[in-house]
């Protein structure tokens, strides 16, 4: 089955790159109970999604290296109600990258040299070309970024001092406001 366009949402568990028989790039989307083609690059498909949410993936993948102070193949967060945290499985400017939803990985073990079985929710799984190392290594990325994005944020719970009440003014022809108790 093809879909013209798709909206990723939780139900997603991966996203891979399939080419139609001119070597046309699409998507093999995998879902719990469904398996269906959109014709677009996973990349495309995910900055797609991103934008109908009303930012992008160059800011997702901005976001998520800010917040993990690294910005090689960091995951990213498609916030579709329920937070989707999708990772690469290489550079995904390379066509055989393939992303993973990290709440539908139940499992991964080394299949072969350099493939990964990946075992899903509700008992799915796929053999990935990619070493169960570096699957390993994105994984615990992401699960770091969902750590970090859960984690309440100090600096602000700095920011506000109970009982500290205050009245700022800025004068006629002052630049700056002053603090008046």
Request: proline share 7%; with cysteine; net charge positive.
């Amino acid at each position: 089955m093809q879909k013209d366009f798709y909206r990723i949402d939780g139900r997603v568990m991966g996203i891979l790159p399939e080419f139609d028989e001119y070597g046309k790039p699409g998507s093999l989307v995998l879902e719990p109970d469904r398996t269906f083609i959109v014709p677009m690059k996973p990349r495309h498909l995910i900055d797609r999604t991103l934008r109908t949410y009303g930012t992008s993936y160059r800011g997702a993948v901005e976001g998520a290296a800010y917040i993990l102070e690294r910005n090689h193949n960091p995951p990213v967060l498609i916030n579709a109600g329920k937070p989707v945290i999708l990772f690469p499985t290489t550079s995904p400017s390379r066509e055989e990258c393939a992303w993973f939803a990290l709440d539908h990985i139940v499992h991964f073990q080394e299949e072969e040299k350099a493939t990964t079985r990946i075992t899903f929710t509700k008992g799915n799984s796929l053999v990935a070309d990619v070493s169960c190392y570096s699957f390993n290594t994105q994984f615990q990325k992401a699960l770091r970024f969902r750590h970090q994005l859960e984690r309440p944020d100090d600096r602000l719970s700095q920011a506000f001092e109970p009982g500290v009440s205050y009245h700022l003014v800025k004068g006629k022809g002052m630049r700056n406001f002053e603090r008046r108790d």
